[in-house]
């Protein structure tokens, strides 16, 4: 092996490890992907799904970009919602951020960072639209983690109104939208009560998302 052999050598042992404690666990993969939940989270590395969820492979969809946003011309991100919708059946779509983003922060500072501008420019619409609050906390921390929250609140609204959410609740398909942010410090999921059902939820529990 030319290259990485290192990662190779550890999935080896890792499937090994598998095999030892559930013989069946890889053929039992293979034969279905039947997920109730689809996960919209960061791309740090730090925040992996399964294991932040103490879920198998298999139990949750996911689709990963800087910072967890959710835009309407982004077709990958809405691919992937639209399949887990329709074809999936999930019945929970999560938005989780984390506490400490670097693209949050990015966007909170407003320096120039190159072509990834353009991405964060979607999170400064959010730090805009609540400057009223962030601009009255004197801490830096305490702000950082204020957008950190904001934006999945605001991330949440974006996918309700996307098409394959909009279409699932019009022909009555159970289907629950929830903003949820991660703490690195503790390993703590934390529910920012930003949940919706209904498209006529929605509204309620932005406000009181918002408001905290």
């Known amino acids: 092996m030319k290259y990485l052999s290192e990662l190779f050598e ?13 013989p069946d666990y890889f053929q039992r993969l293979v034969k279905q992907q039947a997920p109730k939940y689809l996960w919209i989270g960061c791309s740090d590395s ?14 949750v969809f996911v689709h990963r970009n800087i910072a967890n946003v959710i835009v309407h011309t982004d077709l990958n991100c809405l691919s992937v919602v639209h399949y887990a919708i329709q074809v999936l059946k ?24 190159g072509m990834i501008d353009n991405w964060l420019r979607h999170i400064e619409d959010v730090r805009e639209r609540h400057a009223g609050v962030l601009d009255g906390m004197a801490d830096y921390d ?20 996307t098409t394959p959410v909009s279409e699932a609740w ?43």
């Open 10 to 22: 550890k999935n080896r042992v890792w499937s090994l490890q598998q095999l030892q404690e559930d």
């Open 46 to 59: 730090r925040v992996p799904a399964n294991q932040i969820t103490g879920l198998n492979p298999g139990e």
């Open 90 to 113: 999930v019945q929970h779509v999560i938005v989780c951020g984390h506490y400490g983003c670097g693209g949050v922060r990015a966007a909170l500072d407003g320096q120039a960072n």
């Open 142 to 161: 305490a702000r950082w983690a204020r957008l950190c929250e904001l934006n999945v609140i605001e991330q949440v609204r974006n996918l309700a109104r």
């Open 170 to 212: 019009k022909s009555g398909q159970e289907l629950m939208l929830h903003g949820w942010i991660y703490g690195l410090q503790d390993g703590r999921l934390v529910d920012l009560n930003m949940s919706a059902a209904r498209r006529d939820e929605l509204d309620q529990a932005y406000a009181e998302a918002v408001a905290g």
